[in-house]
Each structure stands twice: as structure tokens, then as C-alpha cells.
């Protein structure tokens, strides 16, 4: 059984100038088909907003430790700068920051009026882990380069609530984290007191002392109007174009699928003009390649040649 001889690039060229008509065509109306698409959709913009590390704990706890003391580290609970924006990292987009979202009506507004096209019913039931998805799905964080800071974006059809909104997450899980290590502090302070007030060891008196000065060290850079876990190096803003869609890139992705469509739809015409009348084969040829074409230039080529030798 004879095998097609491999299609060659001329070829290939060669059928797709044949197809032409089908490319063009398939591509505008993909096209077309697009601009009703982007008719209908809402634009998306995207407000940013860069954290990092809150570098003034690392400094603070440097110049706090005494000597003399039990180790810093251990009476504050390792306030590590890179630490808490880990932990910042991992509680933004939980439950807990959900709940306390879903208080503020502006949020709530913001969500039920939350979609991407004109036709589409925005969801108006929210709780707190359907918000909690959405923050993981919507809210991106993203690393600026290799440095460690952090990018917060958010998308939204109003600028102004997506500015919030971001801004909401953030100040949200900051403040969950700051209250969460304040009520740890405070459950250490009223411990050694309530030592302290108990024991009448000189020495152990000592080392509760010094416990105690150091959680009130703790407790007073906790306190501090700074943000704790991750520090606003960038404040939100919103970009000033929309985010999506872009009209460009989505246009250009409309007439290459549409050329593609165009391609396999006039191959597929001249694989059954290919098949006989009674439903014999006709001899094997590349797909989409017309032999009526091939048998055209081959019958030019002999009759160029015939000329020729006359002459």
C-alpha cells in the first residue's frame, strides 16, 4: 500500500493561499462575533497595592533585648518581621477575615454589584466562606521581582470600591493578627503576675520581673499605631486604563482562532470532494491538498516542455 509523500512548506503555503478565502472570511466573523462580546462586557479595574515586611520590629526588638533577661525572642513570641508577613500571607484570604468583611455594608454592595458582563446575575448571597473563596480567587499577591515585597490587586468594574476593597483586606487581616498576639501577650502578663504575687523566692521574684518587663516591652510595640504584620510601602491606587478587557489582545486571539476554524473548515470541504461518487477512494493525497491543482501545474509544466522542443 503506497504512503502520501510528505507535504512540503511550498505546499503547505500553497494550500493556505488556496484557503484564503476561508481564513479571511471565518477570522471576520470571529471577529465580529468579538466586538459583540466586548459590546456587552463591563470593564475591570484593577487597584494595586505593595506591602512588605514591617522592618521597625526587627530594629525595635534589637534595641530591647537586655542582657540580663530571659531572650527576647522567646518572651514576644519571635517577632520576626518575615514571620508575620507569612502569617499575613496565609490569614488574608481565611474565614475570619471574611467575617468580619461581610459587617460593612459597603462590602457587601460592592460584591452583589460584582460582574463582567451585562447579562450576567451577580451573586447576591455571600457568607463568610463563599467570601473567603472569592478573596483567594480575586485578590492576587503577587512577589515584586526577587525583593521582598509584595503586590495586592484586585479587580472590580468601580475603581473606587476596588481601592477599598484591597485596602479593606489589608488593614482587616493586620488588625486580626495585631489582636490575636495582643490577647497571647496579655494571657502571659496576667500569668506572671498572678506568679509573681504568689512566690516569695528572691531569685524566682527576679525572673518574673524581668518576664514581665519584657512582655510589657512586647506589648508596647504591639500597640504602636504602625501596621504590624505586613507595612504599606505603596498605598492603593487604581490603574488608570481597564484591566480587562483588553481590546487589542482579545481582537487579535478572535481572528487567529477564526483563521484556524477557517483552515480546518476548508480542509475538511476537500476531504469530501476527495471521496468518489459511489463511495470509491480516489488515490491518496495530503489533506487539503487539491490533486486538480497538482495535475494543473504538472499538465502546464509538459505543455511548457512541448513548446520547447518545437521551437
Known sequence: MGHAKEQTLGEFIFEVWCARNYIFSSAFLCVCLGAIILFFSIPQYKAVMVVGPALYMD??????????????????????????????????????????????????????????????????????PKLAHYISKRVVLNQVGESDLYQLHYQHQNPKFAEYFVRFVHGTSDMLIRNLVLKDINGRIDYIRAALSDTVNPELRRSYADMLVEQERALMLVSTSEYFAAHVVEPP???????????????????LIGG????????LRNMQQNQGVDGEALPERHWGWSNTVAENMNNKKDSFSKSDAAE
Open 59 to 128: 530594629s525595635a526588638s534589637s534595641h530591647t533585648r537586655s542582657s540580663n533577661s530571659v531572650q527576647y525572642s522567646d518572651a514576644v513570641g519571635a517577632f520576626d518581621s518575615s514571620a508575620l508577613l507569612l502569617r499575613f500571607m496565609s490569614v488574608y484570604e481565611g474565614a475570619a477575615i471574611s467575617e468580619i468583611m461581610l459587617q460593612d455594608k459597603r462590602i457587601i454592595q460592592g460584591l452583589m454589584s460584582d460582574k463582567k458582563i451585562i447579562f450576567q446575575q451577580a451573586d447576591e448571597d455571600w457568607n463568610a
Open 237 to 255: 491606587y487604581v490603574q488608570a486604563r481597564p484591566a480587562w478587557p483588553s481590546y487589542g489582545i482579545f481582537c487579535a486571539f478572535a481572528a
Open 260 to 267: 484556524v476554524i477557517g483552515y480546518i473548515f476548508y480542509g
